[in-house]
């Protein structure tokens, strides 16, 4: 693990001596920023000797409630953990009306402990250091959808898509539409503006299939690298998205008759010299990339907790609606669960398409990644892609529910000795503890259904 720099502290402060406040944040399992706001007199010592946080907070449920059973509260007396920078990570939010800047920083292999074992971007370095350890060097990239909605709610309490630039409130939506881009034309200046001020590479943005919904891509990159700045594009597509007075929404499945949103991960491997071990004429690619295929559809229900980690995730997965359904391979064919997209030979790639937008990159790209590896090893054979219609051809299924996914997490013997037993009883105990209260509450749905008919 690398750690930044003092001097890189030193050059942004001479370089921004408008800056008042700092942003620490680090994030938990569930792909929630957690931190400090610190004033600029703290920044330097950060740097140099790290900064406590309690073990607690990287073993928070959704809502931020502790977890006794993950081992970091009372087992533990809720230690400090120290936290270090991470290099580049120190950047301008030009959204803030106070002159801020954020620092995202990572638990410290041995002064961070227990809450180490718990850092989800700790596991994701260490898939990618066995990676690495037999010669391939993981390239990603990552296609972000998200929802632009008021900030206010309609008049039954509900959310609704933002206003746009003529006033008006969309209702329908044209996929690829321009105009559609065009009506949230100073939302998407600020962001690419922010993106830029970030070192961000964010480029095609698309209308998607439903009012509001935006996709934007990121280019490919080190797996690291660009799982970093996926975490970090969301934070300022919410930021930026909150100074234009909407709110931007990466939940699954927002609304019951729209489209859900997904997180589609693009992943290659390279040798050393940074070749495309993957690319082939042949637009099914290599046998590496056979390979590859069979150990992620091979680890895919094993995996589907890290790709869909709560309830409302399931509500994306239907027929037709270009969310897979089923462990399906294909070439250029959006109806199976992982593409290999056409182009040319030196861009050869699979497309991952099971993730949704509420994922957290680093577990997601850390379970896409070990996936991958098992199928190299193994030499799994994916067997034939898919031609035409994969909903239709689709012979085992996908499980559409929460609990089947956390119990066959919990039940992996290749999750555990992939991921690590350490991390997942922390991430484990997060996610029952989320399951029992999602349980426990009788919300509006139950009072519909149930209040005069049971």
Known sequence: MHFAPVEHAQQFLAANPDIEMFELFILD???????????????LAVYESGRPLPSTMLGLTLNGDDVEDSGLVWDVGDIDCRAYPLAGSLTR????????????????????????????????????????????CPVM?????????????????????ALDCD???????????????????????????????????ARTAISEYAPGQVEITLEHGDALQAMD??????????GVAHKHGMQ????????????????????SLADAAGNNLYASEDKAGT????????GMLASLLDSLLLFCPNANSYRRFQANSYAPLAPTWGVDNRTVSLRVPGGPAPTRHIEHRI???????????????????RGIRGQIDPGEPVEGNGYAQAKTFLPTDWLTSLKALEQSKWACEALGQDFLGVYLAVKRAEYRQFMAEVGEQDWRWYLTQA
């Open 93 to 136: 939010m030009p959204w803030r009306l106070i002159p801020t800047a954020a620092v995202q920083v990572s638990m410290h292999p041995t002064e961070g402990l227990p809450a180490t074992v718990a850092d989800p971007r700790h596991l994701l370095v260490k898939v990618i250091d066995a990676l690495k350890a037999d010669g391939y």
């Open 167 to 201: 006033g008006g409130r969309p209702r329908t939506t044209q996929v690829y539409g321009l105009r559609e881009l065009e009506q949230i034309e100073p939302f998407l200046a600020d962001l690419y503006a922010a993106c830029k001020a970030q070192g961000i590479p």
């Open 229 to 238: 700045q996926a975490v970090r594009y969301k934070r300022l597509v919410k």
């Open 141 to 161: 990239a990552c296609e972000l959808e998200f929802y632009l909605l008021d900030q206010r709610r309609d008049s039954e309490g509900r959310p609704q898509p």
């Open 287 to 294: 046998p590496l990339l056979h390979h590859s295929v069979g």
């Open 355 to 373: 993730c949704g937008a509420d994922a957290n990159p680093y577990l997601a790209a850390a379970a896409i990644l070990a996936g991958i590896h």
């Open 248 to 267: 931007a929404c990466f939940m699954a499945k927002p609304f019951d008759h729209l489209a859900g949103t997904g997180m589609h991960m693009h992943v």
């Open 29 to 43: 399992a569930n792909g929630v920023p957690r931190g400090k706001l610190l004033h600029r007199d703290e920044l």
